[in-house]
């Protein structure tokens, strides 16, 4: 690869010219909006408030990204505008579920393991109970 002055090379192979640096990092991170922006956003598209607009005065960088909200909006699913980047949750659940298969499993193996000592437990009292009388 040609070495070109006054670049800076990345870790991920890009080379950019270091007086475009800024602009680079701010597309490359992943960004997490607030729920209050969102909301905001969502408020203003209803009010008829234009998409290049909305984004201007609230620094979305990505139109798709207000569409999905716009869209969660319509069909309901406003928890989901609570959830972190990149993260799903099960159908209906919202972000606060944490109920998994695996999670439920070990729940019931323990409460059963509580059973069986309890009724160990029992045993061993009517034992003591006989040997007394």
């Known amino acids: 690869m040609r070495q070109i002055k006054n670049t800076f090379k990345l870790k991920n192979g890009y080379v ?3 007086n475009n640096l800024e602009v680079f990092f701010l597309w490359e991170k992943r960004v997490s909006y607030p ?3 969102k909301l905001k956003a969502i408020e203003m598209r209803l ?3 234009p998409v290049k607009e ?3 005065t609230l620094q979305i960088r990505n139109h798709t990204q207000l569409k999905t909200w716009m869209r969660w909006h319509r069909n309901g699913e406003s ?3 609570a959830q972190p980047v990149g993260q799903t949750y099960t159908h ?3 972000p606060h579920s944490q109920d998994t298969p695996s999670k439920l499993q070990a729940e019931n ?3 059963k393991q509580q059973i069986e000592v309890l009724k160990k437990y029992k ?3 009517r034992e003591w109970y006989q040997k007394l009388y």
Request: aromatic share 8%; glycine share 8%; no cysteine.
């Open 16 to 18: 950019v010219p270091n």
């Open 92 to 94: 209906r659940k919202g």
């Open 109 to 111: 193996r323990y409460l």
């Open 47 to 49: 009010a008829g408030v």
């Open 35 to 37: 729920v209050e922006v």
């Open 123 to 125: 045993e061993l009292e």
């Open 79 to 81: 928890y989901r505008l």
């Open 54 to 56: 909305v984004m201007e």
